[in-house]
């Protein structure tokens, strides 16, 4: 019944991470004896996030008092139980008319007790279902159902299978860009014969963007149908994840760019203080500051760091440095952009200069000339 699975104890052990896998073959004298015995009324496990198809093996945790209740009562006796998915994950208690009418039969392979008080259930997706009608709700949904059969596609429809081996192929680059898909399922994959199988083992697999998709893909019987439109979803997936992808790298390489300023800036903090540099730093600081408040145009602004610049890359031991500091430091304090009002009052300037400055009569006549001239013609030009 399960030919590329020998070691399902091992599987299914505690131990074991449980692979999403297990190929059936349906056609052979098992899959025939099994169908004859399907059961027509179904209790009704709901899912909130998930969609299990025909073939595949999935770990459902299940936390609903009603749902741990017929997982129970399942496992007591023939252990099949009807998957359907609610539409409206947020719902604690979906009704009848809020959950799929299409559904996979599965089989409850399982169950692994969780501390907190909820259940594992490990199931084993088996045949596609339409619910004709809810016979109960109480305690749980129980429903006659209808099974569906897969339509395959005209044997050599090389159509077909160019499809399968796109599927195949995109599938294999969105589990290598997916992180929580184990790698296990990568192999398994490339290990995959039968192309139903393949088509419900990936659409078991990918995420979508809500449940929506997945059950078109479940309610769909044409077998080719259903893989062309897989392949639609996986191209538009695979999109979406290289455009996260090129956003994380970019991201990433800034912040390894951050990291490594970080990192560099500490590193010469530190030989600054081994060598003794720190005031000096402090005195560039400084300056940059006082470059701040400045109202000097943009390229006199550009050569003054290009001079600090400078002078961080000096020697503080060296002659060149002091020269260099006091020429920015004398740069700093001009009243770059500020202007004050002239007074031509000659008398009060001929008290400041005898205040200020004794003897030196010819320099105070000379001085005292050209304020004279500047205050009648009111500039220096010449005529």
Not at 72 to 78: A, M, V
Not at 246 to 254: A, F, L, M, Y
């Amino acid at each position: 019944m399960f030919p590329r699975i020998n070691n399902m104890n091992l599987i299914l052990s505690d131990k074991m991470t449980v692979i999403p896998l297990m190929e059936m073959d349906m056609d052979g004298p098992a899959g025939d004896m099994i169908k004859d015995t399907l059961p027509q009324i179904l209790p009704l496990l709901v899912l909130r996030n998930a969609v299990v198809f025909p073939g595949t093996l999935i770990p459902i945790t299940v936390g609903r008092e009603k749902s741990i209740k017929l997982v129970r009562e399942s496992l007591t006796g023939d252990k099949w139980v009807g998957t359907v998915t609610q539409m409206d994950p947020l719902d604690d208690d979906p009704d009848e008319n809020m959950i799929s009418d299409h559904g996979c039969l599965a089989k409850i392979l399982k169950i692994i007790e969780m501390p907190e008080g909820g259940i594992t259930v490990i199931l084993h997706g088996f045949r596609r279902f339409k619910i004709e009608r809810i016979v109960q709700k109480e305690p749980y949904f129980t429903a006659q159902v209808s099974f569906l059969s897969d339509i395959q596609p005209i044997e050599g429809d090389s159509g077909y299978k160019a499809i399968v081996d796109g599927i195949k192929e995109v599938a294999a680059q969105i589990f290598q860009l997916t992180p929580s898909i184990p790698r296990e399922a990568e192999f398994a994959l490339r290990n995959i014969e039968k192309d139903d199988f393949l088509v419900n083992f990936v659409a078991s697999n990918i995420y979508l963007d809500g449940v929506k998709e997945k059950l078109v893909l479940l309610a769909t019987d044409k077998l080719k149908d259903r893989a062309s439109y897989l392949l639609e979803l996986l191209y538009k997936h695979l999109e979406l994840l290289k455009f996260k992808e090129q956003i994380h790298q970019k991201v990433r390489g800034e912040i390894d760019q951050q990291q490594k300023e970080y990192y560099l800036s500490n590193q010469l903090k530190t030989i600054q203080d081994e060598l003794g540099i720190t005031q000096d730093m402090e005195d560039i600081d400084i300056l940059r500051e006082k470059a701040l408040k400045k109202k000097w145009s943009k390229e006199i602004a550009e050569i003054f760091e290009k001079e600090v610049q400078k002078l961080e890359r000096a020697n503080p031991h060296q002659p060149d440095y002091a020269i260099q500091l006091n020429y920015l430091q004398f740069m700093a304090d001009l009243p770059w952009g500020e202007y004050s009002k002239d007074n031509l009052d000659l008398k009060r300037a001929r008290r400041v200069l005898d205040k200020d400055h004794s003897g030196l009569e010819t320099v105070k006549e000379r001085i005292l000339e050209h304020l004279a001239v500047l205050k009648l013609k009111g500039d220096m030009k010449s005529p």
